[in-house]
């Protein structure tokens, strides 16, 4: 193998399918990047079983080849190499890398050792907006449970159906749900499609959306779900397992509404919840009309209390919340105002927007 290659595309590149790889890793082979160089490409392959990520940048080959190399290693030479062009040849066992007077040799791994990837069969397929899936993504993914929680609630589950995508998660304690709309100009799904991704796959494609401005293509198969962008492709096995029927958690009625500043809100928020503590994780909501006071009153620390203009015309509630569930939600909104209905201090506020709601959970006192 011969190629000749710019270094800002090497470095890219390579940062772009670096997420299965840099994990800690058993086996040498899945902590390193499988490049392959042919007709004026070159591609690279890394996987950790579960999600396997390619890329393909512009090289001049002179010798087609393929390596196996480790990741971190690679990535760092290339970061540190000067700017300009960069000659990778692979002699035997050792993958040289020159840039200008620099020089490196890497020591690579057996190919072989490289875990075979499944031949995609026939498969769905669908177009969908990069800043339309970044959204999604960005408004349900910090609800995935980590710890103490049904494996199946460590993913975000994916729902298709017609012309519509939705994207639920949940950890038992708070619930995002939002939809979209497809792009035009597609056909309507005919039968319902969903899967259950793992929040380390979901992780990739929210960092890869960030660079895209072209639609993407969703493939589905039996046994994998592929994201492909332009120059970069993340395949991932779904979470196997029933996902709970969170529809029935959502209410049907409007509850008791309350329409508040967002930046207020959130500003509140943090500042009174300054004084939680692990024992001691709520703040209080006292809704009056138009108005909330938010207090906190901690042990061998002290007390806090903020008032907030609100609009508010139903029975006063007093109603306990970790003030970091509504954080993460209002932190992703951009609208100037949010509606958050009540349905009691023991039940969960729901928080609105279109296509988009929230449910939070109450401390109970």
């Known amino acids: 193998m011969f190629i000749n290659i710019n270094r800002r595309e090497l470095v890219e590149g390579l940062r772009n399918v670096a997420g299965p790889a840099v994990t800690k890793q058993g086996f040498a082979a899945l902590s390193s990047v499988f490049i392959e160089a042919s007709s004026d490409k070159l591609k690279m392959t890394t996987t950790d079983l579960d999600v396997t990520m390619i890329g393909i940048v512009n090289a001049r080959v002179d010798s087609a080849g393929k390596a196996l190399v480790p990741m971190r290693r690679f990535m760092s030479v290339a970061r540190e190499l000067p700017s300009g062009d960069v000659v990778l040849e692979k002699n035997k066992n050792i993958l040289s890398i020159k840039c200008e007077k620099v020089e490196f040799k890497i020591n690579t791994i057996k190919e072989d050792e490289f875990p075979t990837l499944p031949e995609r069969k026939e498969a ?22 980590y710890e103490d929680v049904n494996y199946v609630l460590s993913g975000v589950l994916f729902e298709l159906e017609g012309s519509i995508i939705k994207l639920v998660a949940t950890d038992g304690r708070r619930l995002a749900c939002i939809e979209r709309e497809f792009p035009a100009n597609q056909a309507e799904l005919k039968e319902k499609i969903s899967f259950i991704l793992p929040s380390k796959t979901v992780n990739e494609v929210l960092k890869t959306t960030k660079d895209q401005q072209e639609p993407l293509h969703l493939l589905f198969t039996e046994k994998t779900t592929e994201f492909d962008f332009k120059g970069v492709k993340i395949i991932s096995r779904p979470i196997e397992g029933e996902f709970p029927n969170y529809s029935q958690y959502i209410p049907k009625q409007q509850g008791n509404r309350l329409v508040v500043d967002r930046e207020n809100f959130m500003a509140a928020l943090k500042r009174i919840g300054l004084l939680t503590t692990s024992e001691h994780q709520g703040v209080k909501l006292s809704i009056k009309k138009n108005k909330i006071i938010i207090y906190k009153v901690t042990p061998q620390l002290g007390e806090a209390k903020e008032e907030v203009d609100a609009q508010y015309q139903s029975s006063p509630l007093d109603i306990e919340f970790n003030p970091n569930y509504f954080l993460d939600a209002l932190k992703q909104l951009t609208s100037q105002e949010v509606t958050i209905d009540f349905f009691g201090p023991e039940k969960p506020a729901v928080l609105k927007k279109e296509g988009y709601i929230y449910l939070l959970l109450p401390i109970k006192t």
């Not at 769905?124 to 449970?145: H, Y």
């Open 124 to 145: 769905v397929t669908i177009k969908i907006l990069p800043e339309i899936l970044e959204e999604m993504i960005n408004l349900t993914s910090f609800c995935v449970g």
